[in-house]
């Protein structure tokens, strides 16, 4: 069942990344891993320290991009009025 869940929303979330695409939008998916929770009754290999580090470091990532190009276009906002 675990497989099947996963390919379904590996599948999912590569539709909404192309259709996404073209409103400049990305879809970013990560796995926490076999992480220690109540949804696997606490059997899981990882700490969920340890399994949120990936989805925390492509989230800050992405929000570094976006400060980085609003900084670009900021900068060359500047450069053709000033």
């Known amino acids: 069942m675990k497989r099947t869940s996963t390919t379904a929303l ?10 996404l695409e ?3 939008i990305k879809v970013n ?7 220690d929770t ?3 009754n606490f059997q899981g290999t990882d ?8 989805p925390v470091r492509v ?3 992405q ?3 976006i400060q980085d190009e609003n900084v670009r ?7 053709a009025f000033y």
């Not at 700490?47 to 990936?54: A, D, F, K, T, W």
């Open 38 to 40: 109540a949804l696997n």
């Open 73 to 79: 276009i900021s900068s060359a906002f500047r450069s």
């Open 47 to 54: 700490s969920v320290e340890v399994g949120s580090r990936e």
């Open 29 to 35: 998916a990560t796995s926490p891993g076999f992480t």
């Open 63 to 65: 929000m570094q991009a």
């Open 10 to 19: 590996n599948a999912v979330t590569l539709a909404f990344a192309i259709e």
């Open 59 to 61: 989230a800050l990532e």
């Open 22 to 24: 073209k409103e400049n």
